[in-house]
């Protein structure tokens, strides 16, 4: 079996789970709170060179000792030792903290639904939330139901990318020119398949973990 003939075939077998963890996505933005999406995007800071269940972990711990909205950098860093780079992504933490809330209250749904397209609402995060990427900041739209344009281009990804033959090499780092060149490279893929760009990076999940986590 080939490799694109194996994308296939895992796609077939999984399509199902995939469209039901979508389906979670949006629902998580259309009925969860706005502390719930801010623990998104407080996962998606922590994810850079860190396993993506223990950065979910940290997330559920600072939740748990009521740190997530309140903890200073200090008390943050102690919490997270599962992420890589827990002080600088603590301060990271605290500082988008300050860019979504509004006076005293947390406003971080609203703001995203303003956004002409998913492409804007990217720009906005990369450019204002520090420790924010691209592929965080995708990765962050797609968690919360706005994933259907946009890719996530983490190591992941990129490797099956190569094995495919979309992409030459794995790029040692990632510009936005080259983010958005692959990103296009990766849609043309999808298209030529036939699965949905949001539904092919969870299918090379699922070959590289065994698992459809987020």
Request: charged share 30%; net charge positive.
């Amino acid at each position: 079996m080939n490799s694109i003939q194996q994308i296939k075939s895992i796609y077939k077998e999984i399509r199902p789970k995939i469209e039901s963890r979508l389906a979670e996505f949006k629902q998580l933005f259309q009925e969860g709170t706005e502390k719930d999406i801010f623990a998104e995007l407080v996962f998606c800071i922590l994810t850079p060179q860190s396993k993506a269940q223990s950065c979910w972990w940290c997330v559920g711990n600072l939740n748990e000792k009521n740190l997530l909205l309140k903890g200073t950098p200090k008390e943050i860093a102690k919490e997270i030792n599962k992420a890589r780079f827990k002080n600088n992504k603590a301060k990271y933490i605290v500082e988008a903290r300050k860019k979504v809330f509004s006076g005293d209250k947390l406003n971080i749904k609203s703001p995203i639904t303003q956004f002409r397209n998913v492409q804007e609402a990217r720009e906005w995060f990369v450019e204002n939330i520090k420790g924010i990427g691209y592929k965080e900041a995708s990765h962050f739209l797609r968690n919360i139901g706005f994933g259907k344009n946009i890719a996530i281009l983490d190591r992941h990804i990129l490797r099956n990318l190569k094995e495919l033959g979309v992409i030459r090499e794995i790029p040692i780092s990632l510009s936005k020119r080259k983010y958005l060149e692959i990103e296009m490279q990766m849609k043309e893929f999808a298209r030529n398949v036939n699965i949905p760009l949001s539904h092919l990076d969870l299918v090379f999940w699922y070959k590289e973990t065994g698992e459809i986590f987020k």
